[in-house]
Each structure stands twice: as structure tokens, then as C-alpha cells.
């Protein structure tokens, strides 16, 4: 059974679409990433998943449960990151753990403090005082402090520095390892192409693509780059004789330009 499963998930702002007819499934040990620019539909896609926003059309599920109906039992099981958290300025990260901790039930702090050595975080400073950086960290320790079955991260790594953009990638990949399934918006391309399975790309509010990530890859590899370094210089003649090249080689294309051959494409059919 699928952790997360949507059918036909649909959202309208009166006659304004955020999202429409979005079919998605992530299993348990999967990380999955939701792709796309702002305002595509990815903050409004997690919202109605976590019955934040109640759906226009269509269903969801979690854990095999019903999101608006059961939507206190799946919170209980999950870790959920919004990309506009907040417990107030002057509320310090350990209090604002504790207060989760309270609210499952658990006694004590689960893995905050280990978490907290690892993202080099301070728990017992005011929010307030902390940086862009250092309130994201406290963050991701809320969303995985009690290590929850599903985790719904958005845009996790934003305002961390590479170092701890480098610890939250080896962190994901061992919560995939113990079976965790995670669902993340992003826009770093490149963390994605790193540590996700699957991609789902949303342009406008529609899914325009749910595939692999090596997939994705492999079908732009006709659209190769090619560079040639020559010895001298060379004019663009001299390219098609190779005459004096030194090397040459192939790139496979990014995630980057994999994502934006999709919305490029729709533009230019628009333009036709």
C-alpha cells in the first residue's frame, strides 16, 4: 500500500486554480520530489495532502487513511516541514520541540538533541535571534525529532549553507534506509538529482510529469553538449573537419535542463 496516494486531487481559490487533477503515489522508502517554480501549485499540492486546504475534487490518502477524515491519526505518524513554519520570536527550538513532544505523547526530546550536534544547531537560543540558516535547522529537527513514518518537507533546505545541505542529504538518505518515505518540494535541482527516486514536475498547477529521476535523465541524452578543445585557435569550419582537437566529450544533460525542456516546451507550443 502506498504511504501517500492522490486521485484526482483538485483546488480552486474561487475561479482560481492553485492545483487540478493531480494523480500522485509515493511508497514507504521512496523519496520523491515535487519540482516546479513559484507558484506552480507545490505549497498548495501539501496543504490539501495534509487537509490544510480542503480539497475542490478529488481524494487523498495517507498511510491507507482518508487525509481530511483521519487527518489527527496520520499527523501522529508524519514530520512535516512548511516552508513557513514559526512558534514565535521568543520561543527557543527546545521548547518548541517540547511542545510536539507533549502533543504525541512522547516523554523526553526523541533524537533532538543528536539531531541538533549533527545540523550544529542551538535549541536553547530565541528563534527570534537566530538566522534565516539556523531557524531551518531547528525546523527539520521538529519535522524528524520522533522519527515518524512519512516526511513532508518544504523547500528543507533553504537558507542552509552547502556543509549542512550536505548533512540533510545523508540525513534523507538514512531515513530512506530505515524505510521512511519522503516528499519534498524543492527548487535545488541538484539535491535532487542526488538523493530523489522519483520526480514529479508541476507547471500551472497540472502534473506534467511523474517519472524516475535516471528515466527523466536518459530521455533528453539525444540533446547532448558537446565540447571540443583544440590545440590553436578555430573557426567553426574547423569544428567539422576536427582538425588539431586535443579532447571531446559528452555531458549528459542536468535535472536542471530536463526541467526546464518541460516548461520551455509548453511555451513554445503556446507560441505556435
Do not use: W
Not at 539531531?115 to 538566522?131: C, I, K, M, V
Amino acid at each position: 500500500m502506498a504511504v501517500i496516494e492522490t486521485d484526482g486531487l483538485t483546488k480552486f481559490y474561487g475561479a482560481v486554480r492553485g492545483i487540478e487533477d493531480v494523480t500522485v503515489s509515493v511508497e514507504a522508502g521512496e523519496v520523491f520530489a515535487f519540482l516546479g517554480p513559484n507558484g506552480a501549485g507545490k505549497t498548495t499540492t501539501i496543504r490539501t495532502l495534509l487537509d490544510l486546504l480542503h480539497p475542490s475534487a478529488g481524494s487523498a490518502s495517507i498511510f491507507g487513511l482518508d487525509s481530511r477524515r483521519d487527518s489527527v491519526a496520520i499527523r501522529a505518524r508524519l514530520g512535516n516541514l512548511p516552508g513557513d513554519f514559526g512558534y514565535g520570536k521568543r520561543v527557543t527550538g527546545r521548547e518548541a520541540v517540547g511542545l510536539l513532544a507533549k502533543l504525541r505523547g512522547l516523554e523526553g526530546l526523541g533524537r533532538a538533541e543528536q539531531l541538533a550536534r549533527r545540523f550544529r544547531a542551538d535549541l536553547d537560543r530565541p528563534l527570534g535571534q537566530l538566522s534565516r540558516g539556523n531557524r531551518q535547522k531547528v525546523g527539520l529537527i521538529t519535522a524528524l525529532f520522533h522519527s515518524p513514518e512519512l516526511l513532508i518537507l518544504d523547500e528543507p533546505t533553504s537558507g542552509l549553507d552547502p556543509l549542512m545541505q550536505e548533512e540533510f542529504l545523508a540525513l534523507v538518505r538514512e531515513e530512506r534506509e530505515r524505510g521512511c518515505a519522503v516528499f519534498l518540494s524543492s527548487h535545488e535541482l541538484d539535491e535532487v538529482e542526488r538523493v530523489c527516486d522519483r520526480v514529479g514536475i508541476i507547471r500551472d498547477g497540472t502534473l506534467v510529469a511523474v517519472e524516475q529521476v535516471a528515466d527523466l535523465l536518459a530521455k533528453t541524452m539525444e540533446r547532448r553538449r558537446v565540447e571540443v578543445e583544440f590545440a590553436e585557435p578555430a573557426e567553426l569550419e574547423d569544428v567539422r573537419a576536427i582538425p588539431g582537437v586535443v579532447s571531446a566529450e559528452f555531458a549528459r544533460p542536468t535535472l536542471e535542463e530536463v526541467f526546464l525542456t518541460y516548461y520551455r516546451g509548453e511555451e513554445e507550443e503556446g507560441k505556435g
